[in-house]
């Protein structure tokens, strides 16, 4: 199983990026796919997660209504489209699946999830 994360980039506040998570080894249709990021100096958090089959998606509230959550099954890719983004959404992002659900609480994510993409840099500043 791997996960291959891309995407990343520098972005002016207000801008726009889209990190993709493609999957091999599995089917994205049949896994719970999050979206995880870490600031520098701060712990790992749940930014969004997308449900298997039914395709619920569910975000922290810091990104709510800004970042957009996808699943392409043709591609066995998901994407997390993120909009107006802040400086304060610096961080290394990861996506991760296998041994997690989805949560409607801030946490976004339950359990530990099995596999991790390598992470990709999103930086916004001016």
């Known amino acids: 199983v791997q996960l291959q994360a891309s995407g990343g980039g520098l972005v002016q506040p207000g801008g726009s990026l889209r990190l993709s998570c493609a999957a091999s080894e599995f089917s994205v249709d049949y896994y719970h796919i999050a979206w995880f990021r870490q600031a520098p100096g701060k712990e790992r958090e749940g930014v969004s997660c997308i449900s298997s089959q039914g395709a619920s998606t569910y975000y922290a509230d810091s990104v709510k209504g800004r970042f957009t959550i996808s699943r392409d099954s043709l591609l066995n890719t998901v994407y997390l489209q993120m909009n107006s983004l802040k400086p304060e959404d610096t961080a290394v992002y990861y996506c991760?699946?296998?041994?997690?659900?989805?949560?409607?609480?801030?946490?976004?994510?339950?359990?530990?999830?099995?596999?991790w993409g390598r992470g990709t840099l999103v930086t916004v500043s001016s």
């Open positions: 991760a699946s296998h041994r997690i659900a989805c949560s409607t609480g801030n946490t976004v994510v339950y359990g530990t999830p099995r596999y």
